[in-house]
Nanobody
């Protein structure tokens, strides 16, 4: 059974940091690209960041480039998203997804809420 469980979300103030984690199981983690996407109520899913299966290549949306860092620990089947200098517009539910390629999303987690507010 495939499982991805996001954690680390919460309520923070602008300028604060959060680190999201997403341990995965039920598939061969080391062969999958991992992606973080986010969704605000009433809006479409927004791609945030992707990391290649071997962790050597990372990609970011313009909205988060320079503030967020994606990483993975293949020994622990976990992907992370370090979010620094958070802004109110980063408020969303954040999902991790596993894909057989950089542009595929085969498996999804249930999401973790991030709220940035003064």
């Amino acid at each position: 059974q495939v499982e991805l469980v996001e954690s680390g979300g919460g309520l923070v103030q602008p300028g604060d940091s959060l680190r999201l984690s997403c341990p995965a199981s039920g598939f061969t983690f080391t062969t999958y690209c991992m992606t973080w996407v986010r969704q605000t109520p009433g809006k479409d899913l927004e791609w945030v960041s992707t990391i290649s299966a071997d962790g050597r290549h990372t990609f970011y949306s313009d909205a988060v480039k320079g503030r967020f860092t994606i990483s993975r620990d293949n020994a622990k089947n976990t992907v992370f998203l370090q979010m620094n200098s958070l802004k109110p517009e980063d408020t969303a539910v954040y999902y991790c997804a596993a894909g057989s390629s950089l542009v595929d999303y085969d498996y999804w987690g249930q999401g973790t809420q991030v709220t940035v507010s003064a």
